[in-house]
């Protein structure tokens, strides 16, 4: 049995769970199988019903494992905020449980960010089958917060990285105040580098390093109400926390334009849950309005550039109608 050596080259793997039991001997097996064994496993168990805990207590014992039980599901930022908070390593990854990692990885992380100077790296996400060939790609978000991939270009930067696995110095976590927990699920990642960006902070893909990632492990596949109710939760209160009030001025009239678009759109393909889903949102917004800012106070006292800046990173267009017309196509026109 390994233990874990608490030194300042110790890794903490935070991975979170919601009955996700299926995934875990592949995400595990290939973390116990790392060439880099200096490293411990916070497991957070956001109160699964489908036997997790037991699975892991009866097929892993291993002193790098530390289970962690929530008697609530605190959604993806709070458990991954309570897995950092209960972590002894320097350096933090960030990983999903419906992922694999090859036998070198976390070495070649390890190596890359050592040797580099960027605050938060991550591999580039392939397929769990590793059938599909991956393209170097970055991920941006338009005016209006939705994010959008698109391929890579020369010195083009991503805005955020994917959060299936990221890693970075707990310090910085710390001191940045990592994932907002007023996030269920959703959009968590890019808010936390929309701070990372208007702290200068700089971030990258490793090129031909991957993680393999299924998707939907905790939160399900497909379009479902709970997805686009978090996500309108989640991307207005970005946009009230990270832009300059007169920039607001602007953006949330056409945010609310682009909302009422999309209401209509979902009411005349007999889809009213969803529809609703956005008065919810704006409902949400409301109800938590004081605290999203106190939060947004703490962003603006430390910016340190402008949203101009900000906006240079940005993608200039409207993601959500790409996909529209992509969910239009797929579940209407099938």
């Known amino acids: 049995m390994k233990k874990i050596i608490k030194n300042n080259k110790l890794i903490s793997i935070v991975i979170v769970n ?15 199988n790392q060439t880099y064994e200096n490293f411990e496993i916070i497991f957070v168990d956001n109160a699964s ?8 207590r009866n097929n892993y014992n291993d002193s790098r494992i530390k289970i962690i039980k929530s008697d609530k599901n605190l959604g993806f930022a709070g458990g991954n905020n309570l897995g950092v908070g209960n972590s002894l390593g320097s350096y933090i990854m960030l990983l999903n449980n419906d992922t694999w990692l090859e036998n070198k990885t976390l070495e070649q992380i390890f190596s890359f ?7 938060v ?11 599909k060939v991956v393209r170097p790609y970055l991920w941006k978000i338009d005016l209006l917060g939705h994010p959008i991939r698109i391929e890579k270009k020369e010195s083009s930067h991503s805005f955020y990285l994917g959060g299936a696995c990221i890693f970075f110095k707990k310090e910085l976590y710390i001191e940045t105040l990592g994932l907002d927990d007023n996030f269920f699920m ?25 993680v393999y990632h299924a998707g939907g492990g905790s939160s399900g596949d497909g379009i479902r109400y709970l997805s686009f109710l978090w ?9 009230l926390k990270n832009y300059r009030w007169f920039n607001l001025l602007w953006v949330l009239p056409i945010y609310f334009v682009q909302n009422i678009f999309e209401i209509i759109f979902f009411i005349l393909i007999l889809r009213p849950k969803i529809a609703h889903s956005y008065v919810q949102g ?6 938590n309005f004081r605290k999203i800012m106190h939060n947004r106070k703490w962003v603006q006292e430390n910016r340190m550039v ?19 017309i992509n969910f239009y196509k797929i579940n209407v026109l099938k």
């Open 186 to 210: 959703y959009s968590e990642e890019v808010d936390w580098f929309w701070r990372l960006n208007l702290l200068k902070c700089k971030s990258c893909y490793i090129d031909d390093i991957y």
């Open 231 to 239: 996500r309108n939760q989640n991307i207005l209160q970005m946009l």
């Open 282 to 287: 704006w409902g949400f917004n409301i109800v």
């Open 49 to 56: 019903v489908d036997d997790s805990l037991e699975f892991i």
């Open 18 to 32: 919601y009955n996700g039991k299926k995934w875990l001997k592949k995400c595990l097996d290939s973390l116990f």
């Open 113 to 119: 960010y050592e040797k580099n100077d960027f605050h």
């Open 306 to 324: 402008g949203d101009f800046e900000i906006i240079k990173m940005m993608y200039i267009g409207f993601a959500k109608i790409h996909h529209l």
């Open 121 to 131: 790296v991550a591999p580039y996400i392939r397929d769990y089958e590793k059938k």
